[in-house]
T-cell receptor, first 113, second 113 residues
Framework: DSGVTQTPKHLITATGQRVTLRCSPRSGDLSVYWYQQSLDQGLQFLIQYYNGEERAKGNILERFSAQQFPDLHSELNLSSLELGDSALYFC????????????FGPGTRLTVL | DQQVKQNSPSLSVQEGRISILNCDYTNSMFDYFLWYKKYPAEGPTFLISISSIKDKNEDGRFTVFLNKSAKHLSLHIVPSQPGDSAVYFCAATLDSGTYKYIFGTGTRLKVLA
């Protein structure tokens, strides 16, 4: 158990819909990272928050957005969903500092029908 | 543009033998590399890392080798055990202040009893 929790575990929805994925980082971790893993792909970095502020953006679509709340939990919002958005979405957290290991949650599997 | 590549999607090894997983990268600015292991239905878990100022790092049965001139790193597992069967991802990061990971596509290791 990494200490990072993600809800829900599975999500099935239809094209055009909007969903919210939730992540609670390990206690004390200020950084939250979101990654997407599509079929046969590595994990693609989407976005990072540090202590409530956006720190870095990867190849995140404009239909996707995220935020980190004062209690440090984070939400990833996916809207106008398309079939190609079906993937595993992982959240990771780390403490501040150089090259700290990231701890990953179990992921949310999103299926868009 | 895949900056971190794992060209072998799968590898089978007999129990007790050595497993060698390979990873190539294109960005010479990467200065920290990590290996993660992933079991089905779980998030990736950290295995071992290496800084670009080193060429080898060892932790028990796991050793990572870095060849900067060839932009290549490898993970050696000796001796391999059935419990090592998992997908292994290599990742790289920059000293950019964000420390987001760039992941390879993974290699599925199967250790045969």
């Amino acid at each position: 158990d990494s200490g990072v929790t993600q809800t829900p575990k599975h999500l099935i929805t239809a094209t055009g819909q909007r969903v919210t994925l939730r992540c609670s980082p390990r206690s004390g971790d200020l950084s939250v990272y979101w990654y997407q893993q599509s079929l046969d792909q590595g994990l693609q970095f989407l976005i990072q928050y540090y202590n409530g502020e956006e720190r870095a953006k990867g190849n995140i679509l404009e239909r996707f957005s995220a935020q980190q709340f004062p209690d440090l939990h984070s939400e990833l919002n996916l809207s106008s969903l398309e079939l190609g958005d079906s993937a595993l979405y992982f959240c990771a957290s780390s403490t501040a500092g150089v090259y700290n290991e990231q701890f990953f949650g179990p992921g949310t599997r999103l299926t868009v029908l | 543009d895949q900056q971190v590549k794992q060209n072998s999607p799968s590898l089978s090894v007999q129990e007790g033998r050595i497993s060698i997983l390979n990873c190539d990268y294109t960005n010479s600015m990467f200065d920290y590399f990590l290996w993660y292991k992933k079991y089905p239905a779980e998030g990736p878990t950290f295995l071992i890392s290496i800084s670009s100022i080193k060429d080898k790092n060892e932790d028990g049965r796991f050793t990572v080798f870095l060849n900067k001139s060839a932009k290549h790193l490898s993970l050696h597992i000796v001796p391999s055990q059935p419990g090592d069967s998992a997908v292994y991802f290599c990742a790289a990061t920059l000293d950019s202040g964000t420390y987001k990971y760039i992941f390879g596509t993974g290699t599925r290791l199967k250790v045969l009893a």
